[in-house]
C-alpha cells in the first residue's frame, strides 16, 4: 500500500525567503504526481501536476521536481511571501494517497 | 459547470440521523472521488468512481457508508446512523481521467452533535 509522507508538518519563515516542501512516497512506480495548497477552512487549489515522464514543472514561483527512483518530490517556493501562507499537500493520484501536508507560515 | 460543486457547503445534523452530501463534477469528467478530511488531519480517501465501472469502495470506513453516481454526472454520498467521529469536510474531486490530475469542489462541512 502506497504511503505518503510530507516532511516538516510544519514551516515558518520570513518574507522573501525561499523554501523547499519535500514529499516522499513508498512505491516509486507511480503514474503521477500532484500538489495542492489549502488555506484554513477552504477547499484543495492545485499548484502542479507532474507526470511519471517527467522531472520538474513550473508555474511563477513555485516549482516542482519529481525522483520515482529515490520515492521523492520537492516543492521549491521563491521569494516567500504573507499570500503563500497555506497547507501544501502532495498527492500521489494514480494511488489515491495524500501527504498529510506542510504548514506553511510566511512571516511579513 | 465550470467546477466541482459540492451541497450543502454546512450540514449540521443530529446523531443517529441519516445525512445525503451531493457531488456536481465538472462536465465531461469520467473520474469521481469522495474523501474526508477530519480536522487537523490529512485525507483520507473513501469511494472513487470511473465510468461505468464498478467504484472502488476499498476506503469506505463501516457499512454505514455509501455512495451512488449516475453515469457520468451527479454522486452522492451517504451516510445513515451519523456518529460524532463523522464530524468532518467530506470532500469531492473529479478528473477528465486519472491522469490529468484531480479539480476539488469547496467540500461539505459535517457536525454530528
Known amino acids: 500500500k502506497q504511503e505518503v509522507t510530507q516532511i516538516p508538518a510544519a514551516l515558518s519563515v520570513p518574507e522573501g525567503e525561499n523554501l523547499v516542501l519535500n514529499c516522499s512516497f513508498t512505491d516509486s512506480a507511480i503514474y503521477n504526481l500532484q500538489w495542492f495548497r489549502q488555506d484554513p477552512g477552504k477547499g484543495l487549489t492545485s499548484l502542479l501536476l507532474?507526470?511519471?515522464?517527467?522531472r520538474e514543472q513550473t508555474s511563477g514561483r513555485l516549482n516542482a521536481s519529481l525522483d520515482k527512483s529515490s520515492g521523492r518530490s520537492t516543492l521549491y517556493i521563491a521569494a516567500s511571501q504573507p499570500g503563500d501562507s497555506a497547507t501544501y499537500l502532495c498527492a500521489v493520484i494514480s494511488d489515491m494517497r495524500f501527504g498529510a501536508g506542510t504548514r506553511l507560515t510566511v512571516k511579513p | 459547470g465550470a467546477g466541482v460543486s459540492q451541497s450543502p457547503s454546512n450540514k449540521v445534523t443530529e446523531k443517529g440521523k441519516d445525512v445525503e452530501l451531493r457531488c456536481d463534477p465538472i462536465?465531461?469528467?469520467?473520474?469521481l472521488y469522495w474523501y474526508r478530511q477530519r480536522l487537523g488531519q490529512g485525507l483520507e480517501f473513501l469511494i472513487y468512481f470511473q465510468g461505468n465501472s464498478a467504484p472502488d469502495k476499498s476506503g469506505l470506513p463501516s457499512d454505514r457508508f455509501s455512495a451512488e453516481r449516475t453515469g457520468e454526472s451527479v454522486s452522492t454520498l451517504t451516510i445513515q446512523r451519523t456518529q460524532q467521529e463523522d464530524s468532518a469536510v467530506y470532500l469531492c474531486a473529479s478528473s477528465l481521467d486519472p491522469g490529468r490530475g484531480y479539480t476539488f469542489g469547496s467540500g461539505t462541512r459535517l457536525t454530528v452533535v
Open positions: 507532474i507526470q511519471s515522464s517527467q
Open positions: 462536465s465531461g469528467h469520467t473520474a
